[in-house]
């Protein structure tokens, strides 16, 4: 049922390590975004897009960093992994205008030993 | 700074009976109210959505109310079945803003 597709769906790697979580959508969506939530947590904005060649800050602050080259995929990238990063990442998309309800991934689980 | 908070992070409703699930915000300039169901190890999911110009809106089984005068919003949901445990969320977002900020969860079990 999913459109919005998320890999992979657990993780789990060393300190220090280079890692990329995927995101692809096939809606044709303009914005993307990415959330980070630990269990039963509220959901925390860290990056979103507006299409292409548009990335923003969300407001967590986080080390990592998003790209947006295609509109269906926005990669989110972590250059040194740490064990702060232990999270689930969520991925959602929604169309334009701005009041539209957003479509979710099922996440991906990142544990950093 | 701007919030949306929910009144009680558990929920334990039997079987057959109505739930309803509370919602408070603190901007009032939101114009735009969503609720999500997230069940484990799943990503949110749309449930119903309402937007300012309106108090109520209904779904199948559910019913979202808006009283902007107190700035609080609820989820109905009728006859709760054991497939409506999960995390809901509320959820606001202003035209001015251009983000969706969600509160922080109620968690909703089913006694049988």
């Given at each position: 049922e999913a459109d919005i597709y998320q890999t992979p769906r657990y993780l789990v790697i060393g300190t220090g390590k280079k890692i990329t979580l995927e995101c692809s959508q096939t809606m044709g969506h303009d914005k993307m975004y990415w959330y980070q939530q630990d269990p039963g947590m509220e959901l925390h904005l860290i990056h979103y897009s507006y299409g292409v060649n548009s990335t923003e800050k969300g407001d967590l602050s986080s080390e990592s960093t998003v790209s947006r080259i295609r509109t269906e995929h926005f990669p989110l990238t972590l250059e040194s992994a740490r064990p702060s990063h232990t999270s689930q990442y969520l991925c959602a998309s929604s169309v334009r205008p701005d009041n539209s309800p957003l479509h979710f991934g099922n996440g991906t689980r990142l544990t950093v030993t | 700074g701007e919030s949306v908070g929910l009144h009680l992070p558990t929920l334990s409703v039997q079987e057959g009976d109505n739930s309803i699930i509370n919602c408070a915000y603190s901007?009032?300039?939101?114009?735009y109210f969503i609720w999500y169901k997230q069940e484990s190890g799943k990503g949110p999911q749309f449930i119903i959505d309402i937007r300012s110009n309106m108090d109520k809106r209904q779904g199948q089984r559910v019913t979202v109310l808006l009283n902007k005068t107190v700035k609080h919003l609820s989820l109905q949901i009728a006859?709760?079945?054991?497939?409506?445990?999960a995390v809901y969320f509320c959820a606001e977002s202003s035209s001015s803003a251009s983000k969706i900020i969600f509160g922080s969860g109620t968690r909703l079990s089913i006694r049988p």
């Open positions: - | 901007n009032s300039a939101s114009d006859a709760t079945q054991p497939g409506d445990s």
